[in-house]
C-alpha cells in the first residue's frame, strides 16, 4: 500500500512544482511594469531605479511621482518613459542634467516641474540624436545665472521637441529656453509659453519649428537676442 500511495503521489507534486514554477516565471515577467507604475517614487534613488525598471521592460511606461524630489547626481533616460502626478510635484535638478538618450522618448507630463537651480552651470536637458523630448502640462524651469546655458538643448540629428500645454524659460544671460544644432530638428509648440528673462535670451534658436494655437513666446530683452531665430 505504502508504494502506491507514493506512485499516486508523485505525479501530483511534480505537476504542483510545475503550476508554481510556472506562477514564478510570470510573477518575474510583470514585475519590471508594476514597479515602474506604482512605485510612486519620492527621492532620487527611487526614480533612478522605476526609470532603470521601465527600460528594462522594453515597454513605454508611466511613472507617477510620490513627491519633490532633489537629484544627486546626472541622469540618463534610455527608454519611453512619462513621468506624471496626481498633485502638483516639483522635481529639483540641483546643478545636474536630464540626459534623453539616442532613440529615447522622455515625456514630462501633468503636475510636474522640473527645475535648475540658479548656480547650475550645464544644460538641464539635453536630447540626443533619434530622441524624442515632449512636455504635456509640465514646466520646464531654468533659473541658472551662469551665461550661455539652454534649458533644452537638442544637439544631434532627427530630433523632435512636442510641447502642448507646456512652460519653458531660461533666466540665463544670453541664454536659450529651447536650442537646437540644425534646422532639420522638429520643433511642434501648441497653447504654451516659451521664455527667455535676460539680456540676449532666446526663446527658440533654430529648429523647424511650428507654432500652434495659442502659443506665446518671449525673448529679446535688451540690445541683443529674439524670440525666434
Known amino acids: 500500500m505504502l508504494s502506491e500511495t507514493k506512485k499516486i503521489r508523485k505525479p501530483r507534486l511534480l505537476l504542483a512544482f510545475a503550476v508554481i ?108 540624436d533619434n530622441a524624442i523630448l515632449n512636455i504635456e502640462e509640465g514646466k520646464l524651469l531654468s533659473s541658472a545665472a551662469s551665461g550661455s546655458v539652454y534649458t533644452i538643448d537638442a544637439v544631434g540629428s532627427n530630433i523632435q521637441v512636442n510641447l502642448k500645454n507646456a512652460t519653458v524659460t531660461t533666466s540665463s544671460p544670453n541664454g536659450r529656453a529651447i536650442y537646437t544644432n540644425t534646422p532639420e530638428n522638429d520643433i511642434i509648440i501648441e497653447d504654451s509659453t516659451i521664455t527667455a528673462n535676460t539680456e540676449g535670451g532666446y526663446a527658440i534658436y533654430r529648429g523647424n519649428y511650428q507654432l500652434r494655437e495659442n502659443t506665446s513666446l518671449t525673448g529679446k530683452i535688451g540690445s541683443s537676442g529674439t524670440s525666434l531665430y
Open 21 to 128: 514554477f510556472a506562477i514564478i516565471l510570470q510573477m518575474a515577467a510583470i514585475a519590471p511594469s508594476i514597479k515602474a507604475n506604482e512605485s510612486n517614487p519620492s527621492n532620487f534613488t527611487e526614480l533612478a531605479e522605476a526609470i532603470y525598471l521601465a527600460g528594462d521592460s522594453g515597454q513605454p511606461e508611466t511613472i507617477t511621482l510620490g513627491g519633490d524630489i532633489t537629484f544627486e547626481e546626472n541622469l540618463s533616460i534610455n527608454s519611453n518613459v512619462t513621468l506624471t502626478a496626481e498633485e502638483p510635484v516639483t522635481i529639483e535638478l540641483e546643478s545636474y542634467r536630464i540626459e534623453v538618450a539616442t532613440g529615447s522618448n522622455f515625456t514630462i507630463g501633468k503636475n510636474v516641474t522640473i527645475h535648475q537651480s540658479s548656480s547650475a552651470t550645464d544644460h538641464p536637458v539635453v536630447v540626443r
